[in-house]
């Protein structure tokens, strides 16, 4: 891991390099001062996707889910949970797929819900179908950093 890490603020879209040992020292934005990390997934966009995970050195896992799934809805205190327990470790977000289908198309998204983790706005990895319990942790401790 090098010494400092790229990341968008969530608030303002601003490119912000954190050293990599502060990360836990809770960062603020140069630009807008809000904190750089919310402890609760992140809702993403067309219009902030390429902020917040392509140009993010931080790993950033994307929850695809739409308001009609049941699995989605049954999954998202767990994810919500998860996010609190690991950032700033790795970044959550959620990508309604309703909302955002340019997005949830250019990943082939044809179940839902579907966890993918991004490094460097490359997939890592992929996950099909709700996940349970510590499951999820499992899962990510991989690609944490």
Known sequence: MSDSLQLACPH?????????TRLADAPRCGK??????????LELTGANYAALVERSELPVVVDFWA???????????????T?????????????DTEAEPT?????????????????GGREIA????AVQGPQLRRWLEPHLV
């Open 12 to 20: 303002c879209l601003a490119i912000n390099r954190v050293a990599a």
């Open 32 to 41: 807008c001062k809000q904190a750089l990390f919310t402890a609760a997934p």
């Open 67 to 81: 308001g009609w799934c049941g699995p989605c809805k049954m999954m998202a205190p767990l994810f919500a949970q």
């Open 83 to 95: 996010a609190a327990e690991l950032e700033p470790r790795i970044r959550f977000a959620k990508l």
């Open 103 to 119: 997005l949830a198309g250019r990943f082939g998204i044809r179940s839902i819900p579907t966890l993918i983790v991004f490094h």
């Open 126 to 129: 992929r996950q099909a179908g």
